[in-house]
């Protein structure tokens, strides 16, 4: 059973129309300390269901008496970000996950090149934080749109000087990632977080630069897109789980109070790898090799296609 620890929001800060930070207060004791990059889930009973969110924590890793996240409203939300927008009030009590890390700082980089896009700031906040304590080699590219998605920007500017290059998506210096990635010294490291767009551009720069992929790290936006509902068989506890259009397999074997590993919530991690017995599967993970989709699915991306049962081996 994950562990939840429970908080107070003992702030909200309008960051922009789109984008709200929440500063969270442990109601005993101190938060369990995290590393830059890390990110926690927050527990939303939005409507009758239980949504897990994963958000990228953007407060000082050094400072455990509280922890921050920032939160953008999604348009196709299914409830989490909206619940956070709309229904969470300061004083109200929030049951998160303890932090854990998927995009972590390479230790033995000597150049750290940030891309983030939007709302992809955010694990970039703690690395700064890091990178600055370390006296490390960085520069942050921030793509945004001005007046929605431009949470930061004058902090950044202030505190970064020359190493922060801005580019507005709607008008102005558009990025250039060949010119941001060739000619890079031995020892560089790309980091990139943002919308799917953005991370393919790098990584197929990268790649077209000569770059090694083991000198690039990305973080997608971990959201499960919506699908058809269906039933899950589970075989050898016979039970069917009802999964709705707008919820993940995890979601829904959650709700029936049947725990699955997780970390991510996304796709990516790994974590929640679990043995299917058969069935139309649609695999939406960037985790499984083909060979292993043969036998495993990710429940929280991963649905059934509809046209035959999803058996699972639980
Ligand atoms: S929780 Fe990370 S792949 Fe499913």
Same mark, same amino acid.
């Given at each position: =059973?994950?562990? =939840?620890?429970?908080?107070?929001?003992?702030?909200?800060?309008?960051?922009?129309? %789109?984008?709200?930070?929440?500063?969270?207060?442990?109601?005993?004791?101190? #938060?369990?300390?995290?590393?830059?990059?890390?990110?926690?889930?927050?527990?939303?009973?939005?409507?009758?269901?239980?949504?897990?969110?994963?958000?990228?924590?953007?407060?000082?890793?050094?400072?455990?008496?509280?922890?921050?996240?920032?939160?953008?409203?999604?348009?196709?939300?299914?409830?989490?970000?909206?619940?956070?927008?709309?229904?969470?009030?300061?004083?109200?009590? #929030?049951?998160?996950?303890?932090?854990?890390?998927?995009?972590?700082?390479?230790?033995?980089?000597?150049?750290?090149? %940030?891309?983030?896009?939007?709302?992809?700031?955010?694990?970039?906040?703690?690395?700064?934080?890091?990178?600055?304590?370390?006296?490390?080699?960085?520069? #942050?590219?921030?793509?945004?749109?001005?007046?929605?998605?431009?949470?930061?920007?004058?902090?950044?500017?202030?505190?970064?000087?020359?190493?922060?290059?801005?580019?507005?998506?709607?008008?102005?210096?558009?990025?250039?990632?060949?010119?941001?990635?060739?000619?890079?010294?031995?020892?560089?490291?790309?980091?990139?977080?943002?919308?799917?767009?953005?991370?393919?551009?790098?990584? &197929? +720069?990268?790649?077209?630069?000569?770059?090694?992929?083991?000198?690039?790290?990305?973080?997608?936006?971990?959201?499960?897109?919506?699908? &058809?509902?269906?039933?899950?068989?589970?075989?050898?506890?016979?039970?069917?789980?009802?999964?709705?259009?707008? &919820?993940?397999?995890?979601?829904?074997?959650?709700?029936?109070?049947?725990?699955?590993?997780?970390? +991510?919530?996304?796709?990516? +991690?790994?974590?929640?790898?679990?043995?299917?017995?058969?069935?139309?599967?649609?695999?939406?993970?960037?985790?499984?090799?083909?060979?292993?989709?043969?036998? =495993?699915? =990710?429940?929280?991306?991963?649905?059934?296609?509809?046209?035959?049962?999803?058996? %699972?081996?639980?």
């Amino acid at each position: =059973m994950t562990r =939840m620890l429970h908080v107070k929001v003992a702030a909200i800060k309008q960051l922009t129309p %789109l984008i709200r930070e929440f500063l969270l207060e442990p109601t005993a004791g101190k #938060l369990p300390r995290f590393s830059a990059g890390s990110n926690i889930q927050v527990r939303l009973p939005t409507w009758g269901r239980v949504l897990r969110n994963a958000y990228s924590l953007v407060s000082d890793p050094d400072d455990n008496s509280h922890y921050r996240i920032a939160v953008r409203l999604q348009e196709a939300s299914r409830g989490g970000s909206r619940h956070l927008h709309e229904q969470v009030r300061e004083g109200d009590s #929030l049951e998160i996950t303890a932090p854990s890390n998927l995009f972590a700082l390479h230790s033995l980089a000597q150049n750290h090149i %940030l891309i983030a896009g939007g709302i992809g700031i955010t694990p970039f906040m703690t690395y700064i934080e890091e990178l600055e304590r370390r006296n490390a080699i960085f520069e #942050l590219h921030y793509v945004y749109r001005t007046g929605l998605t431009d949470a930061y920007v004058d902090e950044l500017r202030r505190r970064l000087g020359e190493r922060f290059h801005t580019y507005d998506a709607k008008r102005g210096k558009p990025l250039v990632l060949g010119e941001v990635l060739e000619h890079r010294a031995l020892g560089s490291h790309v980091y990139c977080c943002g919308p799917e767009r953005l991370i393919a551009g790098v990584r &197929q +720069c990268a790649t077209a630069l000569g770059w090694h992929q083991s000198l690039v790290h990305v973080e997608a936006f971990a959201a499960p897109e919506p699908g &058809q509902p269906f039933t899950a068989e589970l075989v050898r506890s016979q039970r069917r789980i009802h999964v709705a259009a707008d &919820q993940s397999l995890l979601e829904a074997l959650e709700q029936a109070d049947i725990e699955i590993p997780n970390l +991510c919530r996304g796709g990516v +991690c790994g974590q929640c790898a679990t043995r299917h017995l058969g069935g139309d599967i649609e695999h939406r993970d960037h985790y499984l090799s083909s060979d292993e989709q043969a036998q =495993m699915l =990710m429940p929280c991306v991963s649905r059934c296609g509809g046209r035959s049962a999803l058996l %699972l081996d639980l």
